[in-house]
Structure formats: structure tokens, C-alpha cells
């Protein structure tokens, strides 16, 4: 079994439509994440809910917003979507707490915007 | 403020030779610090992390990292590469009080056979 799963891994899609990205857990964590990594592999923490509060809210454009129903999932919509947000987005999770805060990472969701 | 810097884009090295992939740190208080690897159109994997304790912190696959608080370094290392640890590794940081971690910029490692 996977133990973070994305879905879609590949997303292509026009400008200026809305789509989202779910992710799901069954490690049994408390925080996850999305990250974003351009094209140049630059990896960009977005958001992090732990237990369902968002604790992490980078400067992401309010076009992009987080939703986690339970512990075990963490979707993420995109409005109006621009090609600059052309990228891979990994969803991760983890143990809240220093030394057991290893993130496990989906395998990602590449979007293209065209 | 946290932040981490892996001053190589690149590292190539011969197949059985050791390897070295240097990442340097910046942090106020304690330091937490994290090696992860990204293989081709896949996730971030863990591979070792420094809390606290022993200096050389030994992980996956044969890799291992010394923590060193005066240089404020992390290095991976492995004393023999093999083709199959050619891969994108990426460090990270934590500070003691920050909810997240802060990645650095990655090193693609090639291990030529």
C-alpha cells in the first residue's frame, strides 16, 4: 500500500480554469503538507495542517487554498489558474514533534498549464 | 531565521569512489538537520537526520553525515558510490521552535560507472 498517495500525477489543463490536487495518507500522522518545486527543483513548503488546523501558510496566492476533512487527507484547489503555477506539487505528512518529524512524500502531481 | 545552502548544482564521481555532498546551515538555537534523496520523477525519501547526540549520524542505503556545530556543516557522505545512488539530494533545516523545514536548493549526484 502507498503510504502517501496524490491524485492526479499529471494534471494538464488551460489557463484561468480551476482544479484540485487530493492527497491521502495511512501512516497514521497528524501534520501534512503540500510543497511546490519548480523547474529548477527548488522545493517550496505552501501550506501545513496539523490535525485538520493549518499551522503553515506561506505566501501562496489566495487563488490556492488547502482543505483537510480528516487527519488522513489534504486536497489542495487552484482557481484561475495562471502558467506560472506550471509545476510539481508533492504532498507530504509526519509525526508532529522534532525527532519523529520525518516527512514522507507522495510521488507528486505534475501540472502543466498551457 | 533558518536557512541552508548547498553550494554544488552538481557532483559527479566515479563508481567505488567516495562521495561527498556538502551542505552548510544557518540557524538561531539548536540545529535539526535532514538529508533527503529524490530519485527520477518520484518523492522525496528520508535518508539520515541529525537531533542531537553523536556527531555522525549513519542512515540509509550506506550513507552517513557529520554534523559539525563550528562549521555549521552536514555533509552526506558514502566511502563507495555506487550508480545507483545518482539521484537529487536535497538538505534541510529545522530550528527548534519552526513548525517546517527549510530545503536547500539540491545537489544532483552522477556516479559515473
Known amino acids: 500500500d502507498t503510504a502517501v498517495s496524490q491524485t492526479p500525477k499529471y494534471l494538464v489543463t488551460q489557463m484561468g480554469n480551476d482544479k484540485s490536487i487530493k492527497c491521502e495518507q495511512n501512516?497514521?500522522?497528524?501534520?501534512m503538507y503540500w510543497y511546490k518545486q519548480d523547474s529548477k527543483k527548488f522545493l517550496k513548503i505552501m501550506f501545513s495542517?496539523?490535525?485538520?488546523?493549518?499551522?503553515i501558510n506561506e505566501t501562496v496566492p489566495n487563488r490556492f487554498s488547502p482543505k483537510s476533512p480528516d487527519k488522513a487527507h489534504l486536497n489542495l484547489h487552484i482557481n484561475s489558474l495562471e502558467l506560472g503555477d506550471s509545476a510539481v506539487y508533492f504532498c507530504?505528512?509526519?509525526?508532529?514533534?522534532?525527532?519523529?518529524?520525518?516527512?514522507?512524500f507522495g510521488a507528486g502531481t505534475r501540472l502543466s498549464v498551457l | 531565521a533558518q536557512s541552508v545552502a548547498q553550494p554544488e548544482d552538481q557532483v559527479n564521481v566515479a563508481e567505488g569512489n567516495p562521495l561527498t555532498v556538502k551542505c552548510t546551515y544557518s540557524?538561531?538555537?539548536?540545529?535539526?538537520l535532514f538529508w533527503y534523496v529524490q530519485y527520477p520523477n518520484r518523492g522525496l525519501q528520508f535518508l539520515l537526520k541529525?537531533?542531537?547526540?553523536?556527531?555522525l549520524v549513519k542512515g540509509s542505503y550506506g550513507f552517513e553525515a557529520e554534523f559539525n556545530k563550528s562549521q555549521t556543516s552536514f555533509h552526506l557522505k558514502k566511502p563507495s558510490a555506487l550508480v545507483s545512488d545518482s539521484a537529487l539530494y536535497f538538505c534541510?533545516?529545522?530550528?527548534?521552535?519552526?513548525?517546517?523545514?527549510?530545503f536547500g536548493s539540491g545537489t544532483q549526484l552522477t556516479v559515473l560507472p
Open positions: 507530504a505528512s509526519s509525526l508532529s514533534g522534532i525527532a519523529k518529524n520525518i516527512q514522507y
Open positions: 501512516l497514521g500522522h497528524d501534520t
Open positions: 495542517y496539523n490535525n485538520k488546523e493549518l499551522i
Open positions: 540557524v538561531s538555537g539548536n540545529p535539526y
Open positions: 541529525y537531533i542531537t547526540g553523536d556527531n
Open positions: 534541510a533545516v529545522r530550528r527548534d521552535s519552526a513548525r517546517q523545514l527549510t
